[in-house]
């Protein structure tokens, strides 16, 4: 007979935030056999991993409004973890407020930076003023513990169900196609997904700060078949006005095309790493 220490233990999924946050949802439908496991920042998800204390991290890396989750790309370029898949999510943002309330009711509005970001002129033209929280579902948690008709949450309507709230206005974000892509952080490159399927990498770089450096480094990469989608720079936090270089391109980094880049970039870069293939 099979006891509880029998059975096979499940893999543990750490996301940033509670049980009904969109990267708990992207995590529940991308992983459903696994453990979620909820962390209070996306500091501590990443550390759950790095830890091993968890399997892998799903946390946000851009939304197509909003543009880039700074904090996790910071991560991303500073620790030893390694993005293994990159996953796209419509995020459609809901105006929730206690049972019983009406729209015109409400003054004020809780959430996620990014959130109020996404919904600026929804909030702007109801001239709402804006608390800040960790997380949407965070947020639909206080407004359903705090019981106040004019307090209202910017959360999915999968947290409205989650916390008992009414969706006083739904889709209320400022671009339909509104789409965060969350990353699946792991300490190594292995298991579910055949590596051969991987055709997009992530790429990260410094170049000396000289003329030209810059262009150098997109000649390279550039020279030897590989396409970038998406090109950005970011402070590195290491010394004022210095900038690391965030890429991703089409292409099979793990090929003889790929392994020449890779030299050629060293040649102009300060700093060459290779921090995911998707």
Sequence with gaps: ???????????????????????????????????????????????????????KAVLPIENSYTGEVGQVIDLMVSGELVVDDVIPYKISQNLLGIKGAKT?????????????AQCEGYIR????????????????????????????AIASKETAELYGL?????????MNDNTTRFAVFKR???DEKNQSDKNSFILIFTVNNVA???????AVISDYGFNMK??????????AWEYYFYVEADG??????????????????????IAGKY
């Design 1 to 55: 007979m099979e006891t509880e220490h029998d059975k096979p233990q499940k893999s543990k999924t750490a996301y940033s935030g509670v049980e009904g946050a969109f990267a708990h949802i992207v995590a529940k439908k991308a992983f459903p056999n696994d453990e979620l496991i909820a962390c209070s920042s996306f500091e501590e998800a990443y550390n759950a991993v790095l830890n091993k204390e968890c399997a």
């Design 104 to 116: 015109s009711d409400i003054t004020k509005v809780i959430s996620h930076s990014q959130a109020l």
């Design 125 to 152: 033209k109801h001239n709402f003023e804006e608390t800040l929280a960790p997380n949407t579902a965070m947020a639909a948690k206080e407004v359903a513990e705090l019981g106040d008709i004019h307090l209202a």
């Design 166 to 174: 009414d969706i006083l206005h739904a889709n209320i974000n400022e």
């Design 188 to 190: 190594d490159y292995q």
């Design 212 to 218: 030209g450096a810059l262009s150098k480094a997109i």
């Design 230 to 239: 998406v090109l950005r720079s970011r402070p590195s936090h290491q010394k």
């Design 252 to 273: 099979d980094i793990d090929t003889k095309e790929g392994n020449q880049m890779i030299k050629r970039l060293k040649d102009v870069c300060n700093l060459v790493k």
